[in-house]
């Protein structure tokens, strides 16, 4: 080094590394905790819960359509399943049609297990998650979706 | 070869932090030298509003305290928190009550958000007070930094409004009912357009009301207005203004300190060199041509360090002690919400936020006169300070001409005893109505306790102005007596005034409701 | 030199421990410290005891920790109390200690959680998450929550009352019945009918803390501890009041405010209305007239007992008119009591109690006639004799002094009333004839305070006497007259004449 270049100064000291350091720590914990914010912790909104009634009020074979809840209950011997009744193309409700569902908007048509047999829909018919409450009554879950063909035993 | 290059790339991941760190630096490494530090400041977006110098004496805690920075720092927190909180609040009358429930029982941090951010915003009417007085009694008004002084009355008149517009936000009793007091303060010129019978020509209480209002009541469109006020339109404004601000800071010379003596010596790294008047418009520009008077040629530093590091801790600590005060406060304290705003039950006292509560105790007296004259009075009043006291001499220290010390003492307590005792005069005998039932409006708008206070504290500083010869002593006495008056009344309306703002010695007589 | 900044970094690092400590503090407080997840992990192992069966582990499994809530857009409530009351519903949970425990009877049967929320029922605050913001007794919240046994108070904001099994509604049923039996319609209006000396109680249960005085109240500061401490004594929680104390039992101060609570004309959504609430909403538009009896039960026995005598009321310091005292069936027609009932005497405790202000019906007022009537029996006013003072023409002056000396010391100065009725209040003046007048001052009033002035054995009046008192008295039934009365009462000079 000449006698041209400036001096160095040096400031590496603990007590900056430390003060620096605990400051980007500080914001970092801060920044971590506003993140946390948008995510609700309490989703908004109506429970989608329904409670349906007893499962004896449903006999094998049968099935029953909740117009009020959008789906559709099914039991039979291997036990009860629900379809929701929204269409998986744009969302109009479908209607029961001779082998299945119809949807009356833009034509997509769903066999009885609410797989797709023709149609503009991109998926099949959600089956929903059936269990039952505390007090035995049997509850759909249209927020949950199960996969085809589980069935709720009784 | 393959071996060379996977041995580069292990070596080039066994260094990440640090050349991440350095690449940080335009200079590709942490500054070293003066030059590199100037360098760091001079080049960087944030920094660069900084001087790359600055004079030692401004570093002094003691000399600002940090007020400017402080306000700044809770303004920072304010914006940061408000945003999170706009995410789940709801600008309607139906809905805006339990959003802030929800906030506070349900959302993650929620309770913890809202708290900083009510506190942060008190901190910042409270910093920027402060901050005016700090700049007044160290004379940094004075030539050249007049303009950012009236920059500086904008900037609390913004800092108000924020504050009040957000009050009416949560839509409780606490909310709606000091937002009604504060709109019929806004109506106050009524009380003198009707006295002389003018209203229905001129009426611009009812037009400054329905403006804030969109209505003659508060309700949705109140709470819409104030809510476009408080997270768009004002924040916009005090930005702008804010920068304008710390351009002039720097324009203007830096922060206001007092001069350094001629042909006096300066220790600087141990040895004693001499030491040049500083210009007030001397900014160390590296690339920039300054107005002044001679150019920096071969001289020292002149009591000057480099900004990187020095004024960057300071201003970095300055921030966290904000955060971390504002923090503690909303640990321990939670925001106030009350009931839900009922129009059928008003709160009884209906309080305004604590700001405002000195005027609405002039008000009390008479709307007009505590409502929009007072006010007016004052903001143009301090807007005149600089331009009537244009003698050079003592910026940049407290109290810096002689006699200020003994002068701001007396008129602190005059201005005591003066507002002390003109409340109690009018607590235990009333006012002109009370003895003269059938007395014109005019006269209670003319004479009552906030226009008698005006007139008492301008004699007080005529007499100083006269006997002292000195416009500063003038300015610094009645400046004073505003400071002292402002705080008694706030102090007095909040602890004593009551339900029907009938005085009690202490809120613990209140009758309970 | 010193390095000037090493404060700013002591500062600075001071500042930022602070920080980091209290932002933890902050997450932990809510995270890990919330009153919720202590309930919720206790439910946990609850749970656990209780999987004893298919349905038992199912349950278990599908339990999370999480906060849980009731949102009822129609009804505006969002109701977290499921958060720490998980088993409100399990029919399991009968043993368990609170919160777990399940809601008792069966009144979730018809009004499901998801439906109807608690608040509704319960009131307090839905959306806390603490038990004691929830309880919001001492929180800013205008309906905290009510003690169990006052919650059969709020069935009626969808309910008809009557409709219901009274054994679901005892205090409720009891509080209606007192009301009537207590006759508090006298000096209340409910449902817009009733007097005007009281507040009227149609929406009582909307008070909130704010409108009462609770200046004299023991903790809690709230509406219903309001209520059953001013049934117990009136005086005693509202300085001056002019209510007596209606002497109730601790269990029927309790109705009494399980009905106030109910008085309340709440908006709740049709969807939710039973039928019979409907039917009740309607039938109040036309009510069905009650008898006269009745009426004089529930609208005057509070001040006028059985009527058959005068009653010396100790708040109002006066003489209470015997409306059914036989001396005054005697001698008043139909119309008297029909003017007197229904414009009641202005400036006195008696209201008005027509269609349009007391709310009595017209048949009704007619039925309470009657019933007053009825109450005449034995001897009534010896028959009439020849009233000689009809015929004579009286002396306001003579009659003056005389008023003076015999009638002032209780009914007035300038029979403005006092200790007895106010002879210069314009409905008497106006309903009452000169014969009823003459026959009063004659005969006075059995059971009264009202002395005879013209029995046979010690005539106290001359017929002359009393034609000039009763000229008098015609004079302060005018205005003018009762002004100058005043004034000439005081000077000294005689009426009419100059000053």
Request: charged content about 20%; glycine content about 8%.
């Amino acid at each position: 080094m000449s006698r041209l270049d400036p001096p160095r100064v040096s400031r590496r000291s603990f007590l900056s590394l430390a003060s620096l350091g605990s400051f980007f720590v500080a914001m970092g914990t801060a920044a971590a905790g506003m993140f946390r914010l948008p995510n609700p912790a309490v989703l908004p909104g109506p429970v989608r819960r329904f409670k349906l009634g007893a499962p004896d009020e449903f006999s094998s074979g049968s099935e029953t359509a909740f117009a009020e809840q959008n789906l559709v209950l099914f039991r039979d011997d291997e036990g009860f399943y629900a379809i929701s009744s929204t269409c998986t193309h744009l969302g109009c409700t479908v209607a029961r049609s001779k082998d299945g569902f119809a949807c009356p908007c833009h034509g997509s048509r769903f066999d009885s297990k609410g797989s797709v047999i023709g149609g503009p829909a991109p998926r099949p018919l959600p089956w929903l998650e059936v269990s039952r409450a505390a007090n035995g009554d049997l509850i759909v879950n249209a927020d949950n979706e199960v996969p085809e063909g589980t069935r709720y035993r009784v | 070869m393959a071996e060379t290059a996977t041995r580069e790339f292990l070596h080039n991941l066994h260094e990440l932090p640090h050349t991440v760190k350095d690449a940080c630096f335009r200079l590709g490494k942490e500054p070293e030298s003066e030059r590199e530090e100037s360098h760091a400041t001079f080049h960087n977006l944030f920094l660069h509003i900084h001087s790359v110098r600055v004079h030692l004496r401004t570093l002094k805690p003691t000399l600002t305290f940090g007020l400017g920075l402080m306000a700044t720092a809770s303004f920072i927190i304010t914006i940061i928190t408000g945003v999170l909180l706009m995410v789940y609040y709801k600008p309607s009358t139906d809905l805006a009550y339990q959003s802030i429930k929800d906030i506070h029982f349900t959302v993650s941090t929620g309770r913890f958000i809202r708290n900083i951010h009510r506190w942060s915003a008190q901190l910042m009417v409270l910093a920027v007070l402060l901050h005016m007085a700090r700049v007044f009694f160290t004379a940094s008004y004075k030539k050249p930094r007049e303009f950012n002084w009236l920059v500086g009355l904008g900037l609390l008149v913004m800092t108000l409004a924020l504050s009040f517009t957000g009050y009416l936000l949560p839509w409780d009793q606490l909310a709606y009912w000091a937002i009604t007091i504060g709109s019929n303060i806004a109506n106050s010129p009524r009380e003198m357009t009707d006295a002389i019978g003018i209203t229905k020509f001129f009426d611009p209480g009812g037009l400054q009301k329905r403006l804030l209002l969109g209505a003659n009541y508060v309700g949705q469109d109140a709470l819409i207005r104030f809510y476009v006020l408080h997270v768009f339109v004002l924040p916009l404004a005090l930005v702008t203004l804010l920068g304008v601000h710390f351009w002039r800071i720097r324009k203007d010379g830096g922060l206001a300190k007092p001069e350094d003596p001629m042909g006096g010596l300066a220790e600087w790294g141990g040895e004693r060199r001499p030491v040049f008047q500083p210009l007030a418009t001397k900014t160390y520009g590296l690339m920039a041509l300054v107005k002044g008077k001679r150019p920096p040629v071969n001289r020292g530093p002149e009591n000057t360090v480099m900004s990187w590091p020095h004024l960057f801790w300071a201003e970095l600590s300055v921030l966290m002690v904000t955060v971390a005060v504002t923090l503690v406060l909303s640990f321990y304290y939670d925001a106030p919400l009350k009931e839900l705003a009922n129009a059928a039950i008003p709160e009884n006292p209906a309080k305004a936020p604590w700001y405002f509560l000195g005027i609405q105790e002039l008000v009390s007296y008479s709307a007009f006169t505590g409502g929009l004259l007072i006010p007016v009075i004052v903001v143009v009043g301090l807007a005149l300070i600089p331009f009537l006291d244009r003698r050079p001499g003592g910026e940049g220290t407290w109290f810096g001409s002689s006699h200020e010390r003994a002068v701001f003492w007396q008129s602190l307590f005059f201005a005591c005893a003066v507002t002390v005792g003109m409340l109690a005069f009018t607590v235990n005998y009333g006012w002109l109505r009370n003895w003269f039932p059938n007395i014109h409006q005019l006269w209670i708008i003319a004479i009552n306790p906030g226009s008698l206070l005006v007139l008492i504290f301008a004699a007080w500083s005529l007499f100083i102005l006269k006997r002292k010869d000195s416009v500063r002593l003038s300015a610094v006495s009645l400046f004073t007596c505003f400071l002292v008056g402002f705080t008694l009344l706030t102090y007095f309306a909040t602890v004593h005034r009551g339900p029907n703002w009938h005085f009690y010695w202490w809120p613990s007589q209140w009758p309970v409701h | 030199m010193k390095d000037p900044s090493r404060i700013y970094r002591w500062l600075l690092l001071v500042a930022s421990v602070v920080t980091i400590v209290y932002l933890v503090g902050a997450a932990v407080r809510e995270n890990y410290l919330a009153q919720w997840r202590t309930v919720q992990q206790e439910y946990r192992s609850i749970l656990r005891e209780k999987a004893t069966d298919d349905r038992g582990r199912e349950l278990l499994a599908k339990f999370r920790v999480e906060m849980k809530q009731a949102s009822i857009p129609a009804l505006g409530t969002v109701d977290r109390c499921v958060t720490c009351h998980n088993g409100i519903d399990d029919p399991r949970m009968t043993d368990v200690p609170q919160p777990h425990r399940a809601h008792p009877g069966h009144i979730l049967d018809k009004h499901p959680v998801d439906r109807f929320g608690c608040t509704v029922c319960h009131h307090g605050q839905g959306a806390a998450l603490t038990f004691n913001e929830a309880k919001a007794e001492d929180v800013f919240w205008d309906y905290p929550l009510l003690p169990s046994e006052l919650t059969e108070s709020t069935c009626v904001a969808c309910h008809d009352a009557e409709k219901l099994p009274p054994d679901q509604i005892p205090l409720l049923v009891t509080g209606m019945k007192l009301y009537q039996e207590k006759s508090c319609g006298s000096c209340h209006k409910l449902g817009g009918r009733g007097g005007t000396l009281g507040p009227a109680l149609d929406n009582e249960g909307a008070k909130t803390k704010h409108q009462l005085i609770m200046t004299n109240l023991r903790p809690p500061h709230t509406m219903w501890n309001w209520q059953n401490a001013h049934f117990r004594d009136p005086g005693g929680v509202v300085p001056d009041s002019q209510m007596r104390n209606p002497t109730v039992t601790r269990r029927e101060a309790l109705a009494l405010t399980a009905y106030m609570l109910s008085q309340w004309k709440r908006d709740v959504p049709e969807s939710y209305l039973a039928p019979d609430k409907i039917e009740q909403k309607y039938r109040a538009l036309h009510p069905l007239p009650l008898t006269g009896e009745q009426v004089y039960k529930q609208y005057c026995t509070a001040c006028h007992g059985n009527g058959s005598y005068t009653r010396w009321d100790k708040k109002f310091n006066r003489f209470i008119p015997a409306i059914r005292g036989v001396s005054l069936i005697a001698t008043a027609t139909s119309e008297y009591f029909q003017s007197n009932i229904e414009q009641g005497r202005p400036g006195t405790q008696m209201p008005a109690w027509g269609p349009h202000a007391g709310g009595l019906l017209p048949e009704e007022i007619t039925g309470v006639i009657e019933y007053l009537r009825s109450g005449a029996g034995g001897s009534g006013a010896p028959a009439a004799p020849a009233m000689t003072a009809l015929t004579l023409r009286g002396d306001a002056n003579k009659g003056l002094s005389l008023f003076l000396r015999n009638c002032a010391g209780c009914h007035g100065m300038n029979g403005r009333g006092g200790l007895a009725p106010e002879i210069g209040n314009p409905v008497f003046q106006r309903a009452a004839t000169d014969e009823f007048i003459i026959r009063t001052i004659r005969n006075g009033r059995i059971g009264t305070a009202m002395p005879a002035f013209q029995r046979d054995e010690a005539p106290a009046f001359s017929d002359r006497d009393i034609a000039d008192v009763l000229a008098h008295l015609r004079t302060l039934g005018e205005p003018k007259g009762q002004k100058a009365m005043a004034q000439n009462a005081i000077l000294g000079t005689p009426p009419g004449g100059k000053p």
